[in-house]
C-alpha cells in the first residue's frame, strides 16, 4: 500500500511561503483566543448535569450526565478548572467541602431555571471549608423549610466563593432565626453579585464575625412579606473589609420596620467592624427608620449613597443598641461620608442625615458638610418627590435598572480626584482599601 501520496516539498515554494504565514496566524490568534477564553473562565472540560442523569459510577457526566450538583463536585479533581452545566429542573440541596486548585463552575444552562430545594436538616446550598466554587444563575428556594437552616450558608473556612446571578429567598416562611444568606465566622474572599436575595426569616444578608474580604455588589436585597425585625444586612462584630457596591436595598413593609443596614453588634468593645466601603448604594425605606444603624463599626467610607424614605423625626444614621449594655460599649469612630444625598417625599416631617450626638463627638464625619448647593450633601435635602410618586416606587418590583435612574454617577472611575482621600486623620487602612478596591473595580 502506497501511503506517502504527496509531499510538501512538491509544492511551490511561493505557495509554501503562504501556506506558513497563514496556519502561523491562525495559530497565534487560535492560541490568544485560547488564552483570554481560559483567563476569563478557567475551564478545561465542560460536565452536565440533568434530572433525569445518574449519580452512579458509570456516568461521566459528558457522555451520561449526572443527577445531582454535589455528586457532580464530588467527582471532579481538586485540580479543578471545569465548568459544570446544570439543565433546567429541580435538585435537592447542594453540601460540599471540596476545596479546588482552580475555579470550578457551576452554571444554570437557562438562568434561573434550575431550583435547588433544602434538605431534611439543611438549607438549599451548604458550603463548608469550600474553595474556588462559584455558583451562577440557580433559584436557592428555602421557602417553607421549617429547619433551623439558612437558604445559602457558607460555613468556615470557605474562601474564593462567588455567587452570581441567583434568586435567593425563604419566602417570608420557614424558622424564624434563618437568614437568606449566611456567611459564618473566619470566612474571606466571598463575592455576591447580581442576586436577587429577598424575604428571609432574619436576616436577608448576615455577615458573621471574623469574616473579611467579602463584596456584595449589584445586588436587589428586599422585604415585602417577612415578620423579621432584623435588618435586612447585618455585618457583625469583628468583621472587616466589607464592601457594598451599587446594591439596591429595599424595606416596604410599615409599622416601625428595622434599619436596612446594621454595622456591628454591640456587645464587646474594641470588637469593631471595620474598613467597611459603602459606595453608590440606593437606600429605599418605608417607614421613618434609619437606613444605617451603628452599633460598633470604626474606619468606615459611606460614599455617594442615596435614600428615600417618607417624612419623619429619625436620622439616616443613628446609634444603635441592640442588646442591654452589659459591657463596656462598642466604638463608633472615625466614619467618613461624602457625597451622599438623603431624600424624603414632601410632607410635614423633617430630619437630618446624622444622629447629632454623632456629629458632636466627631465619631461621624462628614466630607463635604459645605457643599448642599451641589446636590451632593450628606446633610438631609428636602425632595420634590411628590407621596404619589414615592408610593409608587414602593409597590414596583425593585431591580437594578433602578441604579441607572435613581444614582447620578454610577461609574467608579468618575471620581477622578478622590477628594476626600486627602482629608487629614483619613485612616491609612480604609484609604489603602479604598484605593485596592477601586483600582480592581477599575481594571474589571
Not at 516539498?9 to 502561523?24: A, K, N, R
Not at 441592640?322 to 431624600?343: E, K, S
Not at 462628614?366 to 407621596?387: C, K, Q, W, Y
Not at 444614582?407 to 484605593?435: A, S, T, V
Amino acid at each position: 500500500m502506497h501511503v506517502n501520496r504527496f509531499r510538501l516539498t512538491d509544492f511551490p515554494v511561493e505557495i509554501m511561503s503562504y501556506f506558513f504565514y497563514w496556519t502561523g496566524w491562525i495559530f497565534l490568534m487560535g492560541c490568544c483566543l485560547l488564552g483570554m477564553e481560559g483567563a476569563g473562565q478557567n475551564t478545561a472540560e465542560t460536565y452536565f448535569v440533568s434530572p433525569t442523569g445518574a449519580d452512579h459510577i458509570d456516568a461521566d457526566g459528558q457522555n451520561r450526565p449526572w443527577q445531582s450538583l454535589g455528586y457532580a463536585l464530588s467527582r471532579i479533581p481538586d485540580a479543578g478548572g471545569v465548568e459544570i452545566l446544570v439543565q433546567p429542573g429541580t435538585y435537592p440541596a447542594l453540601s460540599s467541602t471540596r476545596r479546588f486548585e482552580r475555579p470550578v463552575i457551576l452554571r444554570a444552562a437557562v438562568p434561573r431555571e434550575s431550583i435547588l430545594l433544602p434538605g431534611p436538616d439543611q438549607g438549599p446550598v451548604l458550603l463548608t471549608g469550600a474553595r474556588n466554587l462559584r455558583l451562577e444563575g440557580f433559584v436557592i428556594d428555602n421557602r417553607g423549610h421549617s429547619a433551623v437552616s439558612n437558604a445559602l450558608h457558607i460555613l468556615s473556612s470557605c474562601s474564593a466563593i462567588e455567587v452570581v446571578n441567583c434568586r435567593i429567598t425563604h419566602g417570608g416562611e420557614g424558622y424564624v432565626n434563618a437568614s437568606a444568606v449566611k456567611i459564618h465566622r473566619h470566612v474571606s474572599h466571598i463575592l455576591l453579585e447580581d442576586n436577587e436575595i429577598f424575604d428571609a426569616c432574619d436576616a436577608e444578608v448576615e455577615i458573621s464575625d471574623w469574616a473579611h474580604d467579602i463584596v456584595l455588589r449589584r445586588n436587589v436585597i428586599h422585604r415585602r412579606r417577612s415578620s423579621s425585625r432584623e435588618a435586612l444586612v447585618v455585618i457583625a462584630d469583628r468583621s472587616w473589609r466589607i464592601v457594598m457596591d451599587r446594591n439596591v436595598i429595599m424595606n416596604t413593609l410599615s409599622g416601625n420596620g428595622p434599619c436596612l443596614i446594621r454595622l456591628g453588634s454591640g456587645l464587646e468593645a474594641q470588637e469593631e467592624t471595620s474598613e467597611i466601603l459603602l459606595w453608590n448604594n440606593l437606600f429605599i425605606q418605608r417607614d421613618d427608620t434609619p437606613a444605617l444603624a451603628l452599633t460598633g463599626c470604626a474606619r468606615a467610607l459611606f460614599i455617594r449613597n442615596i435614600s428615600y424614605s417618607r417624612p419623619g423625626h429619625t436620622p439616616w444614621i443613628r446609634s444603635w443598641i441592640q442588646y442591654p449594655r452589659l459591657n463596656q460599649p462598642p466604638a463608633i469612630t472615625q466614619v467618613y461620608l461624602w457625597g451622599n444625598q438623603v431624600i424624603h417625599s414632601t410632607g410635614d416631617g423633617h430630619a437630618m442625615a446624622v444622629e447629632p450626638e454623632l456629629l458632636d463627638s466627631g465619631s461621624v464625619i462628614v466630607l463635604d458638610a459645605g457643599e448642599n448647593t451641589s446636590g451632593h450633601s450628606s446633610f438631609m435635602r428636602e425632595s420634590t418627590i411628590e407621596p404619589a410618586a414615592f408610593d409608587k416606587i414602593l409597590h414596583e418590583e425593585p431591580s437594578l435598572r433602578w441604579l441607572e435612574v435613581f444614582l447620578p454617577n454610577p461609574m467608579i472611575h468618575e471620581i477622578k480626584n478622590d477628594p476626600f482621600l486627602n482629608q487629614p486623620g483619613l485612616p491609612e487602612p480604609l484609604r489603602k482599601f479604598w484605593e485596592e478596591y477601586k483600582e480592581c473595580r477599575i481594571n474589571q
